[in-house]
């Protein structure tokens, strides 16, 4: 079951407070390694996922994995971050012809943006990240945890 949704950052959330926020998800988010990042085009979702990663120690460039469908990020090879950007995807199935299945059985971290894509797919246990795009400046960004 579910928790419900709470809300990072205490309300409406501007660009210099994703850092804080970034920190905020990585406590709530603590033992889940599939988050699922739910929001609209442009909402911002790559942006939080770059702090957040950040966040995680990763250093280096962290971009949307659009065409690529997946970026791998880390210090190591022993402990990557998966960032997926399922947009492009048609169905599940081309999911499953690149490894997607894989990568969430690798015990690693999972950072999926546009899951729904791929809702047959995923696990019961995931952390949930809801951007809602606020206006120009600012977003609203909720979250939950799936156990």
Not at 3 to 23: F, N, S, Y
Not at 65 to 73: A, E, G, L
Request: glycine share 10%; net charge negative; hydrophobic share 40%.
């Amino acid at each position: 079951m579910p928790e419900a949704w709470k809300t990072a950052g205490g309300g409406p959330v501007t660009l210099d407070q994703l850092p804080k926020v970034a920190l905020e998800l990585i406590k709530a988010g603590k033992g889940l390694v599939i988050w699922l990042f739910y929001g609209e085009m442009g909402s911002g979702k790559t942006t939080l996922i770059r702090h957040v990663v950040n966040a995680m120690g990763v250093v280096g460039p962290v971009a949307s994995p659009t065409f690529s469908m997946v970026n791998v990020y880390g210090k190591s090879e022993a402990n990557p971050i998966y960032h997926f950007d399922l947009y492009r995807l048609k169905n599940e199935m081309e999911a499953l012809d690149f490894g997607f299945d894989e990568y969430l059985t690798s015990g690693n971290r999972c950072l999926i943006e546009w899951p729904e894509k791929v809702n047959g797919l995923l696990p019961a246990e995931v952390f949930e990240v809801k951007l809602l795009h606020r206006d120009t400046a600012s977003r609203e960004i909720y979250y939950r945890r799936h156990e």
